[in-house]
Each structure stands twice: as structure tokens, then as C-alpha cells.
């Protein structure tokens, strides 16, 4: 249960959150890491600091009464064995309250229990060597000679503030190399333990990045497989996108193509049962057409016949159109005449009443002349009427003719679609 609780959480991590994830890690580990170095360092140099201040320190005032010391006996045994000099003992006063000082600033330092009892031996030894001192400066100021036991004593003295000295500074000596060895195995303690914390932080990142990276795998190889079955155009599939990651946002995005998808395939067949009927329909409109093409060929025939009736009608109304024509002429000819006999009238008519008679003559045939070309005008208007009767017929058969030419036309053009 708790292993299909934690690879849900891997599928449901985007890569995003993944990235920061790791980064943050990255980030502790690196300020873990540093902290700990600076610790680390911090505490190199305390202990440094301390191996100086109660250690080197106190061996190097250890050494410096050591040699003060050392620098006394001198001074001492040459007053003792030489000659009693002044400037000697004065040197001598000054050496012993060096070394006083010397003394107190190692007190003064926060000692431990052993380094107050051996500092407490050697104030005790060295009182009892500058007391031993004081015994021989009296004797010598006074002019007395030192005997063998003066020098033993002092000898003694000698012995056990060197060996008091030497102990303190081995003891300073023994507490530096504690400390060094403290040092050291802090050292390598902090080593071991940045390399633990390093490691620990490379693997938690490798960890955590091979399980991001297994997933982004886990993620794509799912994502492929529904694009493959989609290319295949099985469109029924059943895409999961219950992950909340950036693949599932991709999955749901895919679903809700696959479905446009399916919804633009389900209209385009039943568009395309639409246009199956329709065919079915225009192929028997198409047949109906034929039929109709058939009528129209022989309506066709017919206004072609009605045409070639047409052209006899119109070869007689030329006809009749040259006889009027001829008569037009004719009327012409007349008018010129009775032009001709209307001046030969004035003529007459001028000559004398002797001519009379043979004007009234002349306007009786003027007379008939002008009945006659009424008569022939009338006729002429009758057949001018005729004609006009004609070419309205041949207008009406030549639209009828149109008419049935362009619907034939239009019939034609839906049988060609």
C-alpha cells in the first residue's frame, strides 16, 4: 500500500516541483556542507588558539625563566667563585624580579589543577633558591668566604628549580601535544564527516533525480503509446489523465482532442450519409433530366420546324414587301403623272375656255388616277398589316424559341452536374 501511495506521488510530481526539489536539496546540502566547514574551521582555530594560549605560551615563559634562571647561576657563581661585584648582585635583582613577573603572567592564565601545583613547586623552590641566594649575598657583602656546604646547597637549589622548570615545561609540552592529537583527530573527524554529508547529499540528489527521471520516462513512454494507437486512427481509446503532472496536463489536453476528434468524424459520416441520399436522389433527378433532354430535343425539332415555317413566311413577306414596293413605285410613276397633267392643266387653262373640256378631261382622269392610288394604298395598308400580324407571330415563336432554348440549356447544365 505504502509502495503504491509513494510511485502515485512520483506520478502526480510535475517536473517542475521535481527541479526544485532537487535544487533545494542541493541548496541544504550546500549550506549543511558550508556550515558544517565553518565549524569545522571555527573549531581548528579555537583549538589552535588554545594549544597557543596553554601551550607555546606558557613553554615559551617556562623556557624564558628557564633561561633567566640559567643567566642567575651565572651571575651567582661568578660573584660566588670571583669576585664580589656590585653591578653583578645589581643584574642578579633584576633577573629575580623578571622572573617574578615571568611567574605571575603564568599564574594569571586559567590553569588547570596540575599546571597550579606545578607553577605552586616552582615559586617554592625558587623561594627557597633566591632565599639560599640572599644567605649567599650576605656572607659574600660581609666579606665572608663561602665553604663547600654553601656550594652544595646551592648546587641542590639549582638541581630542583631546573627539574621544577623542566617539569612544568614538559607538562606544557605533553597538554600541546594533547591538544594536537585533539586537533588532529578533530580534523580528521570533520573530514570524515563532510565526506559522509557529501556523499549522503549526492545520493539523496541521485536518488531523488533517478526516480524524476524514471517517472518523466514512465510519463512519456505512456504519452507514445497513446499517440501511437492514435496515429493507427483507433480513436476509441481510453486515455488516462489522472496524473496531475505536466504529462497528465498533456493527456487531458490530448482527450479532449481525441474527442473533437471523434465528434469531427461522427459529422463527416453522417455528412457523408447526407450526401450518399443526395446523390441517390440527384442520380434520379439526373434520370428525370435525361427524359425532359428528350422532350426538349423534340421540342426542339418542333421550333426548328416552326423556324423553317418562319423563313417561308418571311421569303413571302419579302415578296410581299418587293410587290410594294413595285406598287410604291407605281404610285410615283402616277403622281409624276398627274404633276405632269396638273401643269398641262394650267397650261390649258391659261390657252382659253377652248381647252376646258379637255381639262375636265383631264382632271377626271386625274380623278380615277387618284381613286385608283387610294384604292392601291388601302391595299398596300392591309398588306402592311398583314405584315406587322407576321412579325409579330415570328417575335412570339422566336421568345417561345428562346425560351424553350435557355430552359433546355439550363436543363443540360444540371444533367452535367
Not at 404633276?339 to 373640256?357: P, Q, R, V
Request: charge should be negative; glycine fraction near 4%; charged fraction near 25%.
Amino acid at each position: 500500500m505504502e509502495t503504491r501511495e509513494i510511485k502515485s506521488l512520483f506520478n502526480n510530481l510535475k517536473i517542475k516541483t521535481g527541479l526544485y526539489i532537487v535544487l533545494t536539496i542541493s541548496i541544504c546540502a550546500l549550506l549543511i556542507l558550508g556550515g558544517f566547514a565553518y565549524y569545522t574551521i571555527n573549531n581548528i582555530k579555537s583549538m589552535q588558539e588554545d594549544m597557543y594560549t596553554n601551550s607555546l605560551i606558557p613553554i615559551s615563559q617556562a623556557s624564558e625563566i628557564k633561561a633567566d634562571i640559567m643567566e642567575s647561576k651565572l651571575y651567582i657563581t661568578r660573584v660566588a667563585t670571583m669576585e664580589y661585584k656590585q653591578d653583578e648582585v645589581q643584574k642578579i635583582d633584576e633577573i629575580d624580579t623578571e622572573i617574578r613577573y615571568l611567574l605571575k603572567n603564568y599564574e594569571n592564565r586559567d590553569l588547570d589543577e596540575n599546571e597550579k601545583e606545578y607553577a605552586q613547586n616552582v615559586n617554592s623552590v625558587y623561594e627557597i633558591y633566591n632565599n639560599d641566594w640572599n644567605s649567599i649575598e650576605s656572607k659574600l657583602s660581609s666579606g665572608q668566604k663561602l665553604n663547600e656546604e654553601d656550594f652544595k646547597t646551592f648546587d641542590v637549589n639549582c638541581s630542583n628549580i631546573d627539574s621544577a622548570i623542566d617539569e612544568m615545561i614538559n607538562y606544557c609540552k605533553e597538554d600541546a601535544g594533547s591538544l594536537q592529537s585533539d586537533a588532529n583527530m578533530n580534523a580528521m573527524k570533520s573530514v570524515e564527516i563532510f565526506i559522509g554529508l557529501f556523499l549522503i547529499s549526492i545520493i539523496l540528489m541521485v536518488s531523488i533525480t533517478i526516480m524524476i527521471i524514471k517517472a518523466i520516462k514512465i510519463s512519456i513512454k505512456s504519452f507514445t503509446v497513446d499517440l501511437d494507437t492514435i496515429s493507427e486512427g483507433d480513436f476509441s481509446i481510453n486515455i488516462d489523465s489522472s496524473n496531475n503532472n505536466e504529462f497528465g496536463v498533456m493527456k487531458k489536453q490530448l482527450a479532449v482532442s481525441v474527442e473533437k476528434i471523434k465528434f469531427m468524424i461522427q459529422s463527416i459520416r453522417s455528412a457523408s450519409n447526407t450526401v450518399d441520399n443526395q446523390s441517390n436522389l440527384l442520380l434520379e433527378l439526373s434520370n428525370e433530366i435525361a427524359s425532359s433532354s428528350k422532350e426538349v430535343v423534340n421540342v426542339i425539332e418542333q421550333v426548328s420546324n416552326g423556324t423553317l415555317t418562319q423563313a417561308d413566311n418571311l421569303t413571302n413577306m419579302n415578296n410581299y414587301i418587293g410587290d410594294f414596293g413595285l406598287k410604291i413605285s407605281e404610285i410615283v410613276a402616277l403622281i409624276e403623272d398627274v404633276d405632269k397633267n396638273t401643269e398641262l392643266i394650267n397650261d390649258k387653262a391659261m390657252s382659253g375656255n377652248s381647252n376646258f373640256k379637255m381639262l375636265i378631261n383631264s382632271v377626271n382622269e386625274v380623278k380615277h388616277s387618284f381613286t385608283d392610288v387610294k384604292k392601291r394604298i388601302l391595299g398596300l395598308g392591309k398588306d402592311i398589316n398583314e405584315i406587322n400580324e407576321i412579325i409579330s407571330l415570328i417575335n412570339n415563336i422566336a421568345n417561345q424559341t428562346n425560351l424553350l432554348a435557355l430552359n433546355a440549356a439550363i436543363e443540360a447544365a444540371r444533367a452535367g452536374e
